[in-house]
């Protein structure tokens, strides 16, 4: 993994934050700020500035050079900062109200500065919480309809999104995503994380070849389908919610992948949620899958039918038949990121925080046990409905 | 589409080709040197310069800035010289004898200096009159194998393989592919070039939807699946040949796609030179299909087994997947080509230069029944011993 790093970066200081701040003119000259590092630390640096008299605030995003999480040794590039602006950019000219407004961006520094979110709560820890978040799966549901088309063959010219495509090339940032998604969670590697309870059900994993191969031809797609301009990492922790709002954030992943990808990871992130809860709380997350899926088929028709550059997208059956791959995928996809969050190298809170141990690893088995599903009868799973059923079955095994 | 025309670009007469010659020295200085424009002149001047005394010689090929065949208003990107030169090297590094020698190249003048293959003939012309060309598929599915195996995601490390798909990115000569192989062939547009007595046959094209939905998923797979380098053009037209020796030439379309891409197409020409011939001298061009298909099969297996970066190629079963869907691919892809070569604006000579007329429909309907049913029937179609099969049924009809 090689580091793009500029001459002159060097990351930024709660003081030389402000003066940035102060330097944009973003605020008032009569504001009394206040900054606050407010990052996990991982990837990122999160600066919080606001007014104390409006109460008005920014925030300063600055890439790392490397990952913590990892350790300090793994360089990662800042490239990753300019993909992220780039792609929130890109994103806002069709769902403006879904993701947060960028004032500034300075390329050799990796900083994005944007729209201070912080009224809003991250949808896993809201979900955690209890709380419904009535309309977070109709705006997922739009931004993805809205996102993937619009960057898509079908809605621009080829040319045009050959240039995207190079655009956001983003080599380094798949490769985690290949190496730990897709790769480490299926082989007996050291990066696995895994509860010694576990071993039996991994084992099972790693010793299936019916979905090994369906988990290569996955990796292959995500390796080589350039169809539209995908998130990359559309979890539940990417995605700040209301009642009433959704803000997507965090594109850094961005590249040109399946249009099936978003979705899956989205679906996977709601049934790992599920698992957290009780059953007779579980409901509202399966309303959430179908809503989403309604609303991205509304929406992709939509579009399809009044955007469409491609004259073949007249043809009949062509819209469905694009519509049910991408439901394959996105079920194989959520079947993938379902395993890699239980045994692999990045875990959720959704299935790390549930105690006692023992409904702990009840509720992993069943992720695995679900995912392994997805993944091997990605062909059969037609309808979001059957998502349902198909956990209901092995949380009661 | 857009012309890089460089400042300095200006196109070469006989004078300064032979000049040029003279500054690389690529003969020795008593050499008597003459030169000669061979081009058809379409999209590029391509000049043979000879040393009278030894009879040594080398090719001067450089792209103009425009596209005869369509008129010269039709500007041409420059770039395609880039690319052909880039695709050339990158060939040579895997299968080095099957591909000319490249000396030099400059790209602002869009020039490449290459090895002289004029002791060769066309496969194209060579088929036509009749040759056996016994080595002709025995080389190209080696060529197809090594191109493709050793710059995909099987054999490369996934960052190095991103940087050849920017390096690679080929918008302008695609769209070419885009428009004219994929779409216009399949719509009543004035592009098209066909004799009126096929025009119930045409129809029936462009009123098939079952036709048209899979071609749209054949040209979605173009635009979008980034799986190997290929060639991009691989009609017997750019191939030179002769009993022992093949040389692929002319990989100015090459871009990052589906792997079964060239394979169809070589498919297609050999089908199409074979409904050019009385029917007891064809089997040498089904055998030329088998033999490139096993060959093909052999070598990239061997490459798979012996050369992959992929952990998931161990796998058992993954490898016969990927050979059944690139052998979709394949047909699906040559009945595209077919039909284009047909009634498409670009024909090839082994249809159009047969004799008399009624024979030349017959043969051009028979190319559109084939061509159609190879796209709707790829899968069905699993081995190429069944081409025979499909073009004699179509023969007798």
């Known amino acids: 993994m090689t580091v793009s790093k500029s001459s002159i970066y060097e990351p930024l200081t709660e003081n030389t934050a402000v003066a940035l701040t102060v330097r944009l003119q973003l605020f008032e000259d009569s504001s009394v700020l206040t900054c606050k590092e407010i990052g996990d630390g991982n990837l990122n640096l999160v600066f919080h500035i ?34 992220e602006s780039s792609a929130l950019l890109k994103q806002a000219e069709v769902v403006p109200t879904l993701v947060p407004k960028i004032f500034y961006t ?45 960057t898509s063959d079908y809605a621009l010219d080829p040319r045009k999104k050959k240039q995207l495509v190079k655009q956001f090339s983003n ?22 994380n895994f509860e010694e309870e576990l071993r039996t059900d991994v084992e099972r994993i790693w010793n299936d070849t019916h979905l090994k191969l369906e988990v290569a031809k996955l990796k292959q797609k995500f390796l080589t389908s350039a169809e539209a301009l995908v998130h990359g990492d559309l979890h539940t922790g990417s995605i700040f919610a209301s009642e009433s709002k959704t803000k997507v954030i965090d594109p850094e992943f961005a590249y040109y992948g399946p249009l099936g990808f978003d979705i899956g990871h989205f679906f996977a992130n709601l049934l790992l949620n599920s698992l957290s809860r009780a059953e007779e709380n579980r409901e509202v997350l399966f309303k959430h899958i179908e809503t ?40 194989g996809y959520a079947g993938v990121e379902m395993i890699r969050r239980t045994i692999g190298l990045a875990h959720v809170a959704d299935l790390d925080t549930i105690e006692p141990l023992e409904r702990r690893i009840e509720a992993k088995q069943t992720a695995l046990a679900i ?11 037609t ?12 949380a009661h095994q």
């Open 171 to 192: 080599p380094d940032l798949c490769k985690i995503t290949e190496d730990f998604v897709f790769t480490d969670p299926f082989f007996d590697v050291e990066s696995n």
């Open 383 to 394: 309808d979001p409905n059957q998502l349902r059923s198909y956990a209901a079955a092995f």
């Open 292 to 331: 989403t899926w309604a609303v991205f088929t509304r929406e992709f028709t939509k579009a399809w039918e009044n955007d469409s550059l491609e004259v073949f997208t007249k043809v009949e059956g062509y819209l469905e038949d694009v519509l049910s791959q991408v439901f394959e995928d996105a079920i």
């Open 50 to 83: 606001k007014d104390q008299l409006t109460n008005n605030g920014i925030i300063i995003k600055q890439a790392l050079p490397y990952a913590k999480v990892i350790g300090e040794s793994w360089p990662l590039t800042l490239d990753r900062a300019r993909i």
């Open 106 to 150: 300075d390329e050799s520094l990796a900083i994005t500065v944007m729209e201070d979110l912080s009224h809003l709560q991250i949808s896993r820890a809201a979900l955690l919480d209890g709380k419904d978040l009535p309309l977070l799966s109709e705006h997922i549901g739009e931004f993805l309809a809205k996102t993937l088309f619009y």
């Open 371 to 381: 995912g392994s599903e997805l993944v091997k009868k990605k062909k059969e799973i």
